[in-house]
């Protein structure tokens, strides 16, 4: 199983940026896929997962201007990030889980977003 994240990069407050994560092996149909974020000297944080059946959860700091969305057909999911903030900064990692009260098993490489002026 590998998830491989791109979509990273530098922008500027009030910008948008799109994250993917594509996803191989057998598991994007069984597992709750979710998006966490680190900033250095913090824990790494879920901000977002998605059910198989495409119910939505979001943290309260990115509710209403992230949008995680997947799709099957092409294995993928993805964050679609507007209105970013410097607090959004930090390191993107994609992520699959079996319950949503349950840690992550699988983890994609971080993809570093910076939003600085």
């Known amino acids: 199983v590998q998830l491989q994240a791109c979509g990273g990069g530098l922008v500027q407050p009030g910008e948008s940026l799109r994250l993917s994560c594509v996803v191989s092996?057998?598991?994007?149909?069984?597992?709750?896929m979710g998006w966490s974020r680190q900033v250095p000297g913090k824990e790494r944080l879920t901000i977002a997962t998605?059910?198989?059946?495409?119910?939505?959860l979001y943290a309260e700091s990115v509710e209403g201007r992230f949008t995680i969305s997947r799709d099957s057909a092409k294995n993928t999911v993805s964050l679609e990030m507007d209105g970013l903030k410097p607090e959004d900064t930090g390191i993107y990692y994609c992520?699959?889980?079996?319950?949503?009260?349950?840690?992550?098993?699988?983890w994609g490489l971080g993809t570093q977003v910076t939003v600085s002026s």
């Open positions: 998605i059910t198989t059946n495409g119910r939505a």
């Open positions: 992520n699959a889980r079996t319950s949503q009260y349950r840690q992550p098993v699988y």
């Open positions: 092996g057998s598991i994007f149909g069984n597992h709750i």
